[in-house]
């Protein structure tokens, strides 16, 4: 870390401008902060993002719709099935076309498998954050089962390249449904293990609880999504508001916190990996064997036309703002990324904390850079 | 003799577009907004879901405003600001969204490429900050009134707009 001295016009105190990142373990990326200091106190913080900055959209310009997937595939890179979602049912829309119920199903059922292994990586950094060594192991025992299976039924544990527009690649492997049985029985077991481990832990509420608060009319002004602005008791969930896929055909919870502070925003985090279980055991039920594919034509060409999907991945509103001008190319693709608009947030959460706390209100927005920097 | 054959002419297909496909809430929205932006020189239309508002850039603060604060629009939430390039001209796209009724609208304002001015909303809403430095940043869209329009996910000194269609990418070839 470097430290600058400046003197501010107050005579009798001196602000300490400290640099933070971008290679620093607990920015979860190449992400940079500078920090004014005045004493423990943060005065002002200024980001600074693009470290990762791909040009993603504008590679998606000159790509075929089949091939912009794995793109999207590298925008969240530990939730990649719900990135490849948000764009094959932008095109969809578009296209207006109907899905078989089955790929529907399995959409559900994956995309929220995802989320658990998403919010499992969360807890388990978090915990690191906070000063909790243990944790990580637990988040990422659970969260190598959840890929283990992807392994099995995409070929891959994070570039799945899974999802198509109008179905999926192939259906699921024969043992699928065993297999689950089995996950399903450890994640039980692993989401309360966790939740036992860390949640109710005295320091880990002595550093969570009342830190870096947020209204939920700031929430909202800010773009905030997500557990984040659900945490600060606002009830928005894309997959309740305006339900896409399969999702009006379950009944879940939606965990709704009460401060908006650092403990709310990770405890409505687990609850959700509960809820995500609950989604799971209801679209296994639910689900009957027929085709994973509808019929289309080899090269994908959506009508001339524009539309916006918004999708609810584990970080918040992902949405996926499509032009097409009819060719088997996008005119443009602008997505909207949930850690980017809640990372602009920060400023406002880092007014007044204490240094101490920079990295565990950081860590419990649970920021992605692929996604911020695209 | 064989006779010479015709040279076949090969037709361009038609492009099909993409039907409007409003939902109820669509319909009731767009049916109110006439009545809500009768100061203002818009048009009214719709694409795929979405009811779309096409405004004067310099209008737009004042709409965006007036959407947030109307009881009957409740437009609290921007989901995205986007630029696209269409060439001719540079179009900025706001994203709204109603938490509490559920409807949703689209603003669009066209500036010319050459002189892409639009006024800022970060003083409507503070979420715009970033989008709106992204915009300068990839497609060179000045939002006036912006506070801080360094750049974002460029570095400092980067010349030209790599979002626009001009900016070449594919400089290799695929062998």
Redesign the interface.
Known sequence: MQVQRQPTQQADTIDLMVNMGPQHPSTHGVFRVVLWIDGERIVRAEPH??YL?R?S???C??ELYSQVITLFDRLDYVSNLNCELAFCLAVE????LEIPDRASYIRVILCELNRIASHMLFYGVYGLDTGAMTPILYGFRERERIQALFETVTGARMMHNYIRVGGLRHDLPEDFVPKMAELMDHLKRGVEECDDLLSNNEMFIARTKGIGPISGEDA?????TGPALRAAG?L?DVRI??PYSIYDRFEFGIPVGTYGDCWDRYYVRIEEMRQSMSIIEQAMEQMEPGPTVSALRRITR???????M?TESPRG?F?V?L????SDKP??V?V?APS??N??ALQHLFRNAYVADAVVILGSIDIILGEV?? | MAQPQKPQRRREPE?????V?LDKKGDALLALLPEVFEAFDVEFGA????VVVTAKPQDVPAICRLAKEDPRLDL?????L?V??YEERLEV?Y?LFS?DK?H?M?LKASVPPDEPFVPSIVSI??????FEREGHD?FGVVFQGHPNLA?????EGFEGF??R?S?P??EYNEY
Request: charged residues 30%; hydrophobic residues 35%; contains cysteine.
């Open positions: 993002i693009g900055h040009g959209e504008k590679l310009e000159g829309k578009l296209m207006a909202i002004e800010f773009g905030v606002v928005e508001s305006e959506p009508p001339k036309g524009e539309t916006y918004r509103d949405g703002f032009v097409s001008d009819g005119y443009r602008k909207r980017f608009a990372l602009q920097d695209r | 492009i099909p577009v993409a039907p496909a694409a795929v879901d979405e609290t939430y921007l989901r995205c986007s696209v390039d796209s994203h938490l559920r949703k689209v809403w503070r979420g715009a900050d970033w990839l750049p974002l996910l460029l570095y790599p979002g269609r900016f990418f594919h």
